[in-house]
């Protein structure tokens, strides 16, 4: 877990100086961050331009908010890319209630995928959930990966599984609570 | 797997929430109600770690050039300072400026502005019938803290723009300031603070706001509570009583 602690070494002491106005913290942030978050916010809005408006959106974000900022509760990284994450979603909602983004690939998540990114999270939380995610039924952990990555409503899940609404929420609902028994576990 | 006790109503919304599967009204209604149930906040919180690692499979993709600059040029002004990065201080300033020159009362200024102000504050008044809009604004809050040596939060307030609707909860305990009432100031640019009203101690408010309010319900704009005698501030144009607290309304 060396890569994890440097991280928050250097990232940590970010927030407190962003937090008190130093721009140029705001900035090391975002040399160390955008990337990742311009990615979260690629997947779930599949444009560019958007995503950049949204990635600006949330720097913006962070700057305000940087106060809230709780290292006992979450990592920096966790904590901007939730944030990103929302963002996109709020700017996919505006698009309505049955937009998603047309995804080039077919959800395979690249687990093997080591970038410097991944490092940067602790990765026996990944292998947890992971693992705990595998042992949900095929169809309920697919439904739950597109969730999660596309940030797309429930309306548009059922019509793209072509299932009833209420299936695929009971899919889910039951898929969570087993996900969460897993995980305490 | 063994079969897992189903999810509570309350937390599988949460659950839903962090997993971003509800529609815009559902996730409005869910912001809203993380503003003012610290529980369900804490529940969603509590999902959004659970499924975060997922995010590290998502490929980091450089960020188009220029990107920082247009960010700089967004950052609030004045906020390269030493103190704290929220204009809280500055705000608070501000809003004593008004309480000052409406008690003075000596200001041609403030005489001017007591004018103007008899149309411009009346209370806020309870909208009796709901327009549906499209869900398409953007929700707001705000922490007002107080500005003491210690920084803590009394108030949060949440903004729904497609409701009009301002949820404020006081987090003081209840009965705390018996024979004084805590009033509500939206501040929003250079405009005197606009009453909202009067919000009781450990209590939650739904405020209906007048039209004329809607577009100051902005980014930057700010609230602040003001600690009033029985009735409210006897000032048109501001607090009368001392500012206990201050909090910039901010996008969710």
Redesign the interface.
Known sequence: MAAAATSAELLNPLMARIAAGERDALRQLYDATSAKLFGVCLRILSDREESEDVLQDVYVTIWRRADRFDAGKASVMTWVSTIARNRAIDRLRARGPMAYAEQVDELEIADGQDSAETLLSAADDRNRLQGCLSELDDRTEKVIRTAFFEGVTYEALAKRMDAPLGTVKSWIRRGLAKLKGCLQS | ???????TEHE?LA??HA??????RE?ADAENRMARDPAFAADV?A??????????????????QG??Q???R???AN????????DNGQLLNRVRFWRNSAMGGFSAAAAALVAALVVGNQPATILTKEVTVQ??G?LLSA?VVSQDTRVQPLFVAAYDPDRKQLIVTSLLPEGSDRDKVHELWLIAGQDNPKSLGLVESGKAKVIALPTELLAKMADGAALAVSLEPPGGSKNPDGPSGPVIGVG?L???
């Open positions: 797997m063994s079969e897992a006790p189903d999810l599988a659950a839903e997993l971003g599967v509800l529609d815009a996730r919180e999902w959004r770690q659970r499924l975060a690692p997922m995010l590290d499979s998502i490929a980091a993709i450089p960020a188009p990107t920082w247009r960010i700089e967004r950052l609030p906020d390269d300072r030493v103190a704290p990065a929220n869900p398409q953007q922490s910039k901010s996008k969710l």
